[in-house]
Structure formats: C-alpha cells, structure tokens
C-alpha cells in the first residue's frame, strides 16, 4: 500500500465527516478450473472513504480488475461483502444491483464502451434517460462542453479518435453525477499523450464533482495521481 501525501491530504479534508463510501470485508472469489477450483480473491479487506482516489495496481492476472468488477457488482463473490454507500449489494437481486448502478455509480472502461448506433450525445444522454431525466439534452449538451466536444455532438463514435471517444465515455460516466465512479485501465487503448490529456481531465472531474473514484491501473504515473494505493499480487493485498 502506497499513500501520496498532498492528495491523500485533500481526499482526506473534502471527505470529513462522511461515512466510508467502500467497505469491503472477506471477498474472495473462486472459479472451476481443470486442476478444480482457482481462487483468484483471498479474503480481500479494506475501507475507501467518500470523495477519496483509490489506486488498485498489480501485474496482469493478479485479480485486479476482478476485485474492480466486484466492488460495482458486476460479478458475485464466492464470499465476503461489499457495502457501497451503506448498501449491502450482493443483499440485493440482480435487477435490485443493476437499479443501484443506476443510480449511483459511473464507469470507464478501457475499450469505452459507446453505442455504435448512438451519436455522441445520444451516448451521453441515454443515463439520463433511464433515470428518466427531463433535462437529459441540456445536460448532456453542457457536459461534452465540458470535455471540449461542443463540435462533436452529431458525430457517431466510427468518426471519433479514441481520445475523443473516451471524452465521450468520461461525459457520461460523471453526466449523472454519480457518487461512486469506477475506471478499468482508462487509457490503456491510448497514446501516451492522448492518455495524459484524458486523465487529466478525468481528476478534473472528479475533483469538481466530489466523486469517489477506484481506478485499476498499470500506469504508476497514474497511480500517484490518486490519494492512495493498494497492490494486488495473486489475489491478496500485498
């Protein structure tokens, strides 16, 4: 476990006085293999407190992005629990999980993960739309504003840079502002330049919006942006 001082010290100061965003207690994951069975979480430990950065970084296969799955409850344990904002949610079904994504968690992946079919606001304003949000263009319209793509709204993601795409998928995943926000290797499909800006702008963000943000990382530039570390080596914390 690793802490940068400077930012886990604002983490800290805009988080007072909150409960922990993130507690995760006893989380381990088993899957059937040829040899029978591979753990690859063993009891896996620890609290992130609201509006606080967390790094999780490991080689590959190590679990991290595994853990990232578990904590948005894309995934079930074998064991263990996550409460997210005080919610149990592997208490809840999986319509009941898919409600509370909904509601307040964002996401960024490597491969952005825009609809093909949906132009660039209509990427940014579909969940708005499930939320039922009557604002849902003018919201959207403001964000892509925010990440520099005002020019861009009519585009369809084939007609995008990947830069430009994970703008997209930054806008959507804060459009919300969602109180949990989970990234999965953000610019692993980018430059290193392009990947720089898009970071940037991703702290940006969140520290805008007051977010809790777990980012998996191989990145150790990245990494040190954030409040905190925890290294994941064959599926513990090291």
């Known amino acids: 476990m690793r802490d940068n001082p400077e930012a886990f010290k604002n983490d800290v100061s805009a988080a007072a006085g909150r409960p922990a965003a993130i507690e995760v207690t006893g989380l381990s ?28 970084v490991g080689a590959s296969g190590s679990g991290k992005s595994t ?7 894309l995934d079930t344990p074998s064991s263990g629990k996550v409460l997210l904002d005080g919610t149990d949610i592997f208490a809840l079904d999986e319509d009941g999980r898919a409600a509370f994504r909904k509601a307040k968690l964002g996401f ?3 491969s952005f993960q825009l609809l093909a079919h949906l132009n660039a606001l209509e990427n940014v304003m579909l969940p708005l739309e499930l939320r039922g949000d009557d604002n849902a263009r003018e919201k959207a319209e403001a964000m892509l504003g925010r990440v520099g793509l005002s020019s861009r709204l009519k585009h369809y993601p084939k007609y995008l840079s990947g830069g430009e795409q994970q703008r997209v998928a930054l806008a959507r995943a804060f459009v919300t502002e ?3 926000l989970f990234a999965d290797e953000p610019t692993g499909s980018l430059d ?24 998996v ?22």
């Open 108 to 110: 960024v992946f490597q």
């Open 29 to 56: 994951k088993r899957v059937a293999d040829a040899s029978g069975e591979l753990t690859i979480l063993h009891s896996i430990d620890f609290t992130v407190g609201a509006a606080e950065t967390l790094a999780l």
């Open 67 to 73: 853990l990232l799955g578990l904590l948005a409850g």
């Open 217 to 238: 990382t191989h990145d150790p530039a990245m990494a040190a942006r954030c409040g905190r570390t925890l290294t994941i080596a064959a599926g513990r914390l090291a």
């Open 192 to 215: 290193a330049a392009t990947g720089e800006a898009v970071i940037q702008l991703m702290f940006e963000l969140n520290r805008e919006r007051g977010s809790t943000l777990v980012l």
């Open 178 to 180: 969602p109180p949990l």
